[in-house]
């Protein structure tokens, strides 16, 4: 399995407050992307980055922001927590881009009260 | 139509049968596909490639329709263990679009 752990695993947090998730790699591929997964809708991109501190929109970025200060670590931001974000959140990587074959990391189980 | 569509099942079928399921995508400009599959609450896996007209793995066969533009997945002598979600993804082929997953196949394999 490819070495991607996401932390914290689960967390519950209340409207209005501020929480950062992690994802650490082990593989130094370049490319890191978020992904939210809700019911009904399947994986949807956030954000993702294609190298230290380079980053890009993905389909559903408002309410987020992502920090890439080095290779191995992908931080995802969530400036105030909204009801709407809990979700499931996925880390996934790529050494070659979108094209290519993605790993994914076990998952953020985020719930907003 | 929808970017990436999948028919999100159930198919329930017993042990030991053939299963079939398609995902058809609008983006032309994709030249590789995926499936990966889902456990209940736990992250996608690569299953498949697919980066010309097919790729076979086993008891796994993909198979890449470009005129009409869809793929699809079919398993043989399918498994309990085969019970699983079949996600569809399809890049995005250039850099002015992004990567697309399907909702999911989900597949329920009955002894």
């Known amino acids: 399995d490819a070495g991607i752990t996401q932390s914290p695993r689960h967390k519950v947090t209340e409207t209005g407050t501020p929480v950062t998730l992690r994802c650490h790699q082990t593989e130094n591929h370049r490319y890191m992307y978020w992904y939210r997964q809700d019911p009904g809708h399947g994986l949807r991109l956030i954000h993702y980055s294609y190298g230290v501190k380079d980053t890009d929109k993905g389909e559903v970025s408002d309410g987020y922001s992502v920090s890439r200060s080095k290779t191995e670590d992908f931080l995802l931001t969530l400036e105030s927590a909204t009801s709407s974000q809990t979700s499931v959140y996925f880390c996934?990587?790529?050494?070659?881009?979108?094209?290519?074959?993605?790993?994914f990391g076990p998952g953020t189980r985020l719930t907003v009260t | 139509r929808k970017e990436v569509e999948q028919d999100p099942g159930p198919f329930n079928v017993p042990e030991g049968a053939t299963v079939a399921f398609n995902c058809t995508y609008s983006n032309s400009a994709s030249q590789s596909f995926f499936w990966y599959r889902q456990d209940c609450r736990k992250e996608p896996k690569l299953l498949m490639s697919?980066?010309?007209s097919g790729n076979e793995d086993g008891r796994f066969t993909a198979q890449l329709n470009r005129a009409s533009q869809y793929i699809s997945l079919l398993i043989r002598d399918s498994k309990l263990s085969d019970s699983a979600t079949y996600l569809c993804?399809?890049?995005?082929?250039?850099?002015?679009?992004?990567?697309?997953f399907g909702s999911g196949t989900r597949l329920s394999i009955r002894p």
């Open positions: 996934a990587i790529s050494d070659l881009g979108q094209d290519y074959e993605q790993y």
């Open positions: 993804v399809v890049p995005p082929g250039s850099s002015a679009s992004k990567i697309i």
């Open positions: 697919v980066y010309s």
